[in-house]
């Protein structure tokens, strides 16, 4: 929206400014994690309030989290407030991959929202049915998915770009569309599982944010495209204002969240960041390199899906629980060492995501 006061510029003063995509991301940050400042405390409260007993906590979960009963939960809440709000305010609005992110975004927070509101009402793990959840995120990523296709310019539309390999794209035709709804729905769940302790999931998020804006930034530049050797994707660049916005907005949530945690994130925030990442990595056409960035995430969907189908053939477990972060937690990794030890990862498959612009 801020944008627009370029009209009132005459090329050499402040409102200037506001053409610049790093000067407008930087905004961004600011608003969002001074929105998180502000209103996270208010929203505690709120939910302390409302919620009663807070998040219903498992009984076959770790007996740590026991001891975390009558935390409020929909703090994912205070970063989509202060995502929207910022993004809507300091990106350019007639861009149509900035809808497409915000659309992923909303709309998976609505699900989240959803599950989180039937799981507090009525005090059980058990909230909306996952195949609706499933259904209604399949939905929202065919919308995303064939909105990308239709805005990506010629061959790059329906095609899959290949990290490490200079100009290399897989046409993949009509199945592009339900492999952008996989990396979607996937992204989302995949960070969903990974929400299973105070700051775990969060962080990996914003370290995420941070390589996805990167990508967003290069590929959305001619002359970076042309020195990188990397498909060039016209208008991506606003992307990273999103992203900013994002990692303020998840700075301003991880003070509360911090452990001991004052409040969780909940589906609501889970969901929508993970489709958020997800929908990135699709308009930017970087979705195998999104499987490096996000690696955490993968790990964790991985740990759950291995458990679950080797219980089913053989009843013997491969971990000790699932996703894979509880595993640890009953091997007697302290809380604090599973965080800070999956935060040092995510940063190296990050650096390791980054490097793919160069290693062609």
């Known amino acids: 929206m801020l944008y627009w006061l370029t009209a009132l510029s005459d090329g050499g003063d402040f409102f200037n400014l506001f053409r610049y995509i790093t000067f407008r991301a930087g905004g961004a940050f600011m608003t969002s994690l001074v929105f998180g400042f502000v209103f996270g405390r208010p929203l505690i409260d709120l939910m302390r309030r409302k919620q009663g007993k807070g998040q219903p906590i498992r009984d076959d979960g770790p007996e740590g989290h026991f001891s975390k009963a009558g935390t409020p939960t929909m703090g994912g809440a205070l970063i989509l407030g202060a995502l929207l709000v910022s993004t809507l305010l300091w990106a350019r609005l007639d861009n149509g991959y900035i809808w497409i992110v915000l659309l992923v975004t909303a709309g998976f927070g609505a699900i989240g929202f959803a599950d989180d509101f039937a799981k507090v009402s009525k005090q059980t793990v058990a909230g909306v049915s996952g195949k609706v959840r499933l259904g209604i995120g399949f939905l929202i990523a065919a919308v995303a998915a064939i909105s990308a296709s239709y805005l990506h310019p010629g061959d790059l539309s329906n095609g899959l770009a290949l990290p490490f390999l200079k100009d290399a794209l897989l046409p993949l035709g009509i199945l592009f569309v339900p492999f952008a709804m996989?990396?979607?729905?996937?992204?989302?769940?995949?960070?969903?599982?990974?929400?299973?302790?105070?700051?775990?999931?969060?962080?990996?998020?914003?370290?995420?944010?941070?390589?996805?804006?990167?990508?967003?930034?290069?590929?959305?530049?001619?002359?970076?495209?042309?020195?990188?050797?990397?498909?060039?994707?016209?208008?991506?660049?606003?992307?990273?204002?999103?992203?900013?916005?994002?990692?303020?907005?998840?700075?301003?949530?991880?003070?509360?969240?911090?452990?001991?945690?004052?409040?969780?994130?909940?589906?609501?925030?889970?969901?929508a960041l993970g489709g958020a990442l997800g929908s990135i990595a699709v308009v930017t056409k970087h979705e195998l390199v999104w499987v490096i960035i996000g690696g955490v995430f993968v790990v964790e969907a991985l740990s759950v899906i291995i458990q679950v189908l080797w219980f089913k053939r053989t009843g013997r477990r491969v971990f000790l629980m699932a996703p894979i972060h509880h595993h640890f937690e009953k091997k007697g990794w302290a809380e604090s060492q599973i965080v800070i030890r999956f935060w040092i990862v995510a940063m190296i498959l990050a650096m390791i995501g980054l490097a793919t612009l160069k290693v062609r």
Do not use: K, Q
Not at 240 to 245: G, I, L, N, R, S
């Open 182 to 271: 996989l990396v979607i729905v996937g992204s989302a769940n995949a960070v969903n599982l990974t929400d299973g302790l105070d700051g775990l999931a969060i962080m990996p998020v914003m370290i995420a944010a941070a390589a996805l804006g990167v990508l967003a930034y290069a590929v959305g530049r001619v002359d970076f495209t042309d020195y990188l050797d990397v498909h060039y994707v016209p208008d991506t660049g606003e992307i990273f204002v999103f992203c900013m916005a994002l990692i303020g907005g998840g700075l301003g949530f991880l003070w509360y969240n911090a452990p001991p945690a004052a409040i969780f994130m909940g589906d609501t925030g889970s969901l």
